[in-house]
């Protein structure tokens, strides 16, 4: 933009089915950053001379709103005793004990994880670890045999689905699902994978939307000069002035920790750079 000499993306809140924001002309959510040349990318980004990047992120959102709508005890436990959720999950998907387990077993208990935040199949867990279908259907079966509120939420919610003919967020936010309706196995299959999702990926959406307008509203009532520049899924990243730091460090920490009471502690991690590889 000429008049900023800065990128400015296009923002929008309806192209999403799970309610997240999207970013398009560019993409400024899409820059990669599993790979190292990925994240080099984001040093381009720089703060403004005076200014400092303040980043951040959800700790592990979206199990966190499984735990708490699915009501499991073992998952409420490992949060409420900031556990790792990975190793617990391993120890007992695995059956062995916490000390035990090892890097590889803890990357597959976290595959699992998250392949049940989005309804993975087993073929497509399969794939993800690389071991036969077989051996990823008995990682799914033993990882819903010890987290039994997991598995029961996912029954209880597809049904509910069907019988409604939507699925709700916490806040009440409604997706309708057709596919679950439909004479083909494989749409209707679909249909359940949304149905388990899109409380837990769309309250996630729903609880950054209203951290964002929470972190705004306090930056304005303090009439700081730091802005809000960009939000990446779980991430908020802000451009702070250097005398503001501190400030805006304690306003993102507060506000988003406390947008919702949970059964167990939302957390967000708080990091910062002079560019947005450093902030990260």
Not at 8 to 33: A, C, E, W, Y
Not at 188 to 204: E, W
Not at 243 to 256: A, G, H, N, S
Request: proline share 2%; hydrophobic share 35%.
């Amino acid at each position: 933009m000429k008049k900023t000499g800065r990128i400015h993306s296009k923002f929008h809140q309806t192209v999403t089915s799970t309610g997240r924001i999207s970013s398009t002309d560019p993409n400024l959510q899409n820059i990669p950053t599993r790979m190292e040349l990925g994240k080099k990318l984001r040093k381009v980004f720089k703060a403004s001379e005076g200014c400092i990047y303040i980043d951040a992120d959800y700790s592990q959102i979206e199990l966190r709103v499984l735990a708490h709508i699915s009501e499991d005890k073992n998952m409420i436990e490992a949060f409420n005793n900031n556990e790792d959720i990975h190793l617990q999950a391993a120890s007992k998907v695995f059956n062995i004990p916490i000390d035990k387990v090892t890097k590889e077993e803890r990357t597959k208990a976290k595959a699992v994880n998250f392949g049940i935040v989005y309804g993975i199949s087993d073929f497509g867990l399969a794939g993800q670890l690389g071991v036969p279908r077989k051996k990823a259907k008995e990682y799914i079966e033993q990882y819903l045999d010890k987290y039994n509120g997991i598995k029961e939420f996912m029954t209880n919610i597809v049904e509910q689905t069907k019988e409604k003919g939507y699925v709700e967020t916490l806040y009440n936010r409604r997706r309708y699902v057709p596919e679950l309706k439909s004479n083909n196995y494989m749409i209707r299959q679909f249909g359940g994978r949304i149905a388990m999702n899109t409380p837990i990926q769309g309250t996630a959406a729903d609880i950054m939307k209203i951290a964002m307008i929470n972190v705004y509203n306090k930056l304005k009532e303090n009439n700081l000069k730091s802005k809000l520049i960009i939000q990446v899924h779980d991430e908020l990243l802000i451009e702070a002035d250097l005398k503001e730091e501190d400030q805006v460090k304690q306003i993102l920490k507060t506000e988003m920790e406390n947008v919702i009471k949970l059964k167990i502690p939302l957390i967000a991690d708080i990091s910062k750079g002079y560019n947005w590889y450093e902030a990260k």
